[in-house]
């Protein structure tokens, strides 16, 4: 099936970079990357933080009653708290590309960030710095590959390997599309342990699985009783509707959903889920008139909020289930199609 990208929303740009070592291991060799979302200028955005263990730079920033609108990159990474520092590099290439709030001496580039848990995969000490981030960001383009690339290279979806997964989808009716990328590394699984498959029911048909035959159920469910390791999943969501931060902040809310809908459990105290949601303003939707008109004492966007994070948490949650089957094993942790092989295959009879 085709999903879609984030970058189908016109303006926005990804680029990946990481290091994967063939031989890598648990507690050895490179195994981690860097994922960032470049904006074009004149894009808000906003954060939406859940679960215990956030990582993450800037995303006070984000915050409505703060000052500054515009965001200019936002980074996914691996490397937990050590991996912020790809930030830095990413603001040296905007600032090189005379990005960021003009100030007198120069600019300020405005770079939110999140990371991921995944230092046991490979070695502790290999991990994102600022040349991943300047690398990624010089990389930046409109195709973005999915599964072990960027900041899915190291991540795991409970017991199973996670992925870097991206959709969108575009809502004619009022001219706007809605793109998502996510690194998956949650602490909860990804499919139900008692039948193999996705949680969400329509995701089994769009993705044209199947039920796996009962000795795969088994070996899942018994590696499912292994302890799940700290995790934490993180996302962006775009949208070319025209929106204010306050805006974006409940559209990101609402895209949380998309974590508890695909991966239980969702935002525990040894996850950081975090979802930021930007806007470029390249289409302008009148407020609804008439009978779907909102409440003069309630914001024009009303409206107009309700239908983008209705699509938002739609499209994330699909982004991520295409993280999870685009993965392939690293460091001996199993993927998806390794343990539910035929949750792909029509069997006979």
């Known amino acids: 099936m085709t999903a879609g990208s984030i970058t189908d929303v016109s303006g926005i740009l990804v680029g990946n970079h990481h290091r994967l070592d063939a031989d890598a ?55 937990s708290a ?5 930030a830095d590099g990413v603001m040296q290439w905007l600032e090189q590309h005379d990005r960021g709030v ?46 072990n690339v960027g900041a899915g290279v190291g991540a795991r979806a409970g017991v199973l390997k996670g992925g870097l997964g991206t959709a969108s989808i575009r809502l004619d009716d009022i001219g706007v599309t809605v793109g998502a990328i996510v690194a998956v590394n949650s602490a909860g ?6 039948t193999g498959l996705p949680w969400q029911a329509d995701q089994i048909s769009e993705f044209g699985l199947v039920p796996p035959p009962a000795d795969e159920i088994a070996a899942f469910a018994r590696r499912d009783e292994e302890l799940s390791p700290l995790n934490t999943t993180i996302a962006v969501v775009a949208t070319d509707a025209a929106l204010s931060k306050a805006a974006c902040k409940r559209v990101a809310i609402a895209a949380q959903d998309a974590l508890a809908r695909t991966m239980r459990p969702s935002h525990t105290p040894l996850d950081g889920d975090s979802v930021f949601v930007l806007s470029t303003g390249a289409v302008e939707v009148a407020p609804a008139a008439g009978s779907g008109a909102s409440p003069a004492a309630m914001s024009p966007e009303t409206t107009l909020m309700t239908i983008i994070s ?21 460091a001996g942790i199993p993927t998806y199609r390794d343990m539910l092989p035929g949750a792909f295959t029509e069997r006979e009879g």
């Open 25 to 79: 291991t648990l507690g050895a060799g490179w195994a981690c990357g860097t994922t960032v979302v470049l904006t074009p200028p004149g894009t808000t955005g906003a954060v939406d933080v859940r679960g215990g263990a956030p990582g993450s730079r800037e995303t006070d920033l984000l915050d409505p009653a703060n000052s500054v609108r515009y965001v200019d990159a936002v980074v996914l990474t691996g490397g």
């Open 82 to 86: 050590y991996g912020l520092a790809a």
């Open 102 to 147: 003009a100030m007198d001496g120069g600019v300020v580039p405005i770079v939110p960030a999140a990371v991921i848990f995944d230092l046991p995969v490979g070695g502790w000490q290999c991990r994102p710095n600022a040349e991943f981030g300047f690398a990624a960001a010089d990389a930046a383009g409109v195709d973005v590959p999915v599964g």
């Open 189 to 194: 699984n990804v499919a139900d342990p008692r």
């Open 310 to 330: 209705s699509a938002a948490t739609d499209c994330l949650a699909r982004a991520v289930l295409v993280g999870v089957l685009a993965a392939e094993s690293v």
